[in-house]
């Protein structure tokens, strides 16, 4: 079972649920959560684990060989990412465009342009009782984060029993990344908060995943704020919402401290359990 927890947007409350979510379900069986936001990933913040093993993640990108090449401008003709020019007597990589695609390397008649490693990121794992915690962090300074997305994805789909229940904490937004992390999962729960701006994107979350053809539900963070306009759109389009987390000032607090929530607030745990309950009913149906 491969759930990840998604949003149209940052702030609201996609890694409160998924950190609790995890660690309530790891109190009666294995666990898989992994962070996908690679840019900025703060589920460690809840789960302090003990750390296992580090693993250097590197995406391949061209090396020019200057000897070697005839300067015919080949490379920069294939190159759909405009990540090498040419320019005059030489050619010029950027690392940062590159999408690894082979394309200028494969292509280049004078084989000038040999692939090389360059180190993106890093992927970490830790251990906490019955949750094994996956953690995976792009370079400061580095453009694309979809690559170390799927090396992480991969990552666990090697090394990790599939039988236990994995829980995605994905990017916010509806760009590549997010397309990245949801598009091998079973199910995403979509969390959004009860405000016109969470609406709006909650909207081009919905778009996406319904683009890629993924079951989902939607979950309303700090329900008591802003309007019931929310509730208005998941009607008229047919959303169920698999649960509601209440405006608190309590759980401001637990979070502001880096505190899981579900084994101080029965409500809250309650609440969990009801949602990961329906989320298990959907995929059966």
Request: proline residues 5%.
């Given at each position: 079972?491969?759930?990840?927890?998604?949003?149209?947007?940052?702030?609201t409350?996609?890694?409160?649920?998924?950190?609790?979510?995890?660690?309530?379900?790891?109190?009666?069986?294995?666990?898989?959560?992994?962070?996908?936001?690679?840019?900025?990933?703060?589920?460690?913040?809840?789960?302090r684990?003990?750390?296992?093993?580090?693993?250097?993640?590197?995406?391949?990108?061209?090396?020019?060989?200057?000897?070697?090449?005839?300067?015919?401008?080949e490379?920069?003709?294939?190159?759909n990412?405009?990540?090498?020019?040419?320019?005059?007597?030489t050619?010029?990589?950027?690392?940062?465009?590159?999408?690894?695609?082979?394309?200028?390397?494969?292509?280049?008649?004078?084989?000038?342009?040999p692939?090389?490693?360059?180190?993106?990121?890093?992927?970490?794992?830790?251990q906490?009782?019955?949750?094994?915690?996956?953690?995976?962090?792009?370079?400061?300074?580095?453009?694309?984060?979809?690559?170390?997305?799927a090396?992480?994805?991969s990552?666990?789909?090697?090394?990790?029993n599939?039988?236990?229940?994995?829980?995605?904490?994905?990017p916010?937004?509806?760009?590549?990344?997010?397309?990245?992390?949801?598009?091998?999962?079973?199910?995403?729960?979509?969390?959004?908060?009860?405000?016109?701006?969470?609406?709006?994107?909650?909207?081009?979350?919905?778009d996406?995943?319904?683009?890629?053809?993924?079951?989902?539900?939607?979950?309303?963070?700090?329900f008591?704020?802003?309007?019931?306009?929310?509730?208005?759109?998941?009607?008229?389009?047919?959303?169920?919402?698999l649960?509601?987390?209440?405006?608190?000032?309590?759980?401001?607090?637990?979070?502001?401290?880096?505190?899981?929530?579900?084994?101080k607030?029965?409500?809250?745990k309650?609440?969990?359990?009801?949602?990961?309950?329906?989320?298990?009913?959907?995929?059966?149906?």
């Amino acid at each position: 079972m491969k759930i990840a927890i998604a949003s149209g947007k940052g702030g609201t409350g996609k890694t409160t649920i998924s950190t609790n979510l995890a660690s309530c379900l790891s109190e009666s069986e294995p666990v898989i959560l992994v962070d996908l936001d690679v840019e900025e990933p703060n589920s460690g913040l809840f789960i302090r684990g003990k750390l296992l093993d580090e693993y250097l993640q590197y995406k391949m990108i061209p090396e020019w060989e200057k000897k070697t090449c005839t300067l015919c401008g080949e490379c920069q003709e294939v190159c759909n990412y405009n990540a090498i020019i040419q320019l005059g007597q030489t050619i010029m990589v950027f690392p940062e465009l590159c999408h690894s695609c082979f394309a200028c390397s494969e292509l280049c008649p004078a084989d000038a342009l040999p692939m090389v490693q360059k180190e993106i990121g890093w992927i970490r794992t830790y251990q906490l009782n019955q949750l094994n915690f996956i953690e995976s962090r792009l370079h400061i300074g580095e453009e694309q984060s979809t690559q170390l997305i799927a090396q992480t994805n991969s990552f666990v789909r090697d090394n990790y029993n599939q039988d236990m229940p994995v829980i995605f904490d994905a990017p916010p937004g509806t760009s590549c990344p997010v397309i990245e992390a949801t598009k091998h999962v079973d199910f995403v729960i979509l969390v959004t908060e009860p405000t016109p701006f969470g609406v709006h994107d909650l909207k081009l979350a919905v778009d996406t995943m319904r683009e890629l053809n993924k079951p989902f539900g939607v979950v309303v963070n700090r329900f008591g704020i802003g309007n019931n306009e929310v509730f208005e759109y998941c009607e008229n389009e047919k959303i169920q919402i698999l649960a509601k987390f209440p405006n608190s000032r309590e759980v401001a607090e637990l979070y502001s401290r880096g505190e899981l929530i579900y084994d101080k607030i029965p409500e809250f745990k309650n609440e969990l359990m009801n949602l990961w309950n329906k989320v298990k009913k959907e995929l059966h149906n």
